[in-house]
């Protein structure tokens, strides 16, 4: 677990909706092979990798976890269906945390139908 800075890719997505352009979070940071934006997701959070260690140490073998565009928040349409994908909240404590709370309130919103129409949601 580690403290990052988390930023806001998509300001004007109404997941992103009254949050800060940025915050400090602490997590279990995940990577990924690729980001979910090449596969046509709208990012809305990503890490910035320069505010933490994104390395493996297992057994004394390290291994290098940077993606270079890192998402941690995304949605995505499917017709009219919605879908929002997370990667924060790995600790009870970050359901305390103000700026992860608006995020999520804003998601089951957004993910109900009830804010926006980002992302071509028919």
């Known amino acids: 677990f580690q403290s990052a800075k988390v930023i806001v890719d998509a300001p004007n997505h109404a997941i992103a ?3 800060p352009k940025s915050w400090s979070h602490t997590e279990e940071w995940y990577s990924w092979d690729k980001s979910p934006r090449a596969s046509g997701f709208n990012v809305v959070a990503m890490l910035d990798e320069q505010s933490y260690t994104p390395e493996q140490n297992v057994m004394g073998k390290k291994r290098d976890l940077r993606m270079g565009d890192h998402p941690i928040v995304w949605s995505s349409c499917i017709k ?3 879908a929002v994908y997370s990667a924060l909240g790995h600790t009870a404590e970050a ?3 103000t700026e992860h709370k608006q995020l999520l309130e804003n998601a089951i919103g957004w993910s109900m139908g009830l ?3 980002e992302g071509g949601c028919e």
Request: charged share 35%; no cysteine.
């Open 80 to 82: 009219r269906g919605r």
């Open 95 to 97: 359901f305390e945390q």
């Open 115 to 117: 804010t926006g129409d």
């Open 17 to 19: 909706n009254a949050l």
